[in-house]
């Protein structure tokens, strides 16, 4: 069983930020790959960042230079640095993870971060 339960959404101002926690109940947790997607009112479900097991890490245009993915695995937990937060950031944010040789995906229960003054 593969558990991901997420944290730290809310409201926040124009140009604030937010940092975005996903605890994962994996037992292999520094083998998956782990990304942080989002989806907004009457969009698709984008790729926002994305973080191999050994580390690498990948961004949409939108949000390079402002946010950061990061893994902790001795805490089993992946996060999103959210810096100079704009209104289009608002959305629903998903942790998802990839596992190893299935490439199964999981996801999380989603968290609203909201964006505006």
């Known amino acids: 069983q593969v558990q991901l339960v997420e944290s730290g959404g809310g409201l926040v101002q124009p140009g604030g930020s937010l940092r975005l926690s996903c605890a994962a109940s994996i037992s292999t947790f520094r083998v998956y790959a782990m990304a942080w997607y989002r989806q907004a009112p009457g969009k698709q479900r984008e790729l926002v960042a994305s973080?191999?097991?050994?580390?690498?890490?990948n961004y949409v245009d939108s949000v390079k230079g402002r946010f950061t993915i990061s893994r902790d695995n001795a805490k089993n937990t992946v996060y999103l640095q959210m810096n100079s937060l704009k209104p289009e950031d608002t959305a629903v944010y998903y942790c998802?993870?990839?596992?190893?040789?299935?490439?199964?995906?999981?996801w999380g229960q989603g968290t609203q971060v909201t964006v505006s003054s």
């Open positions: 998802n993870a990839k596992a190893p040789l299935t490439r199964i995906n999981y």
């Open positions: 973080i191999t097991s050994g580390g690498n890490t």
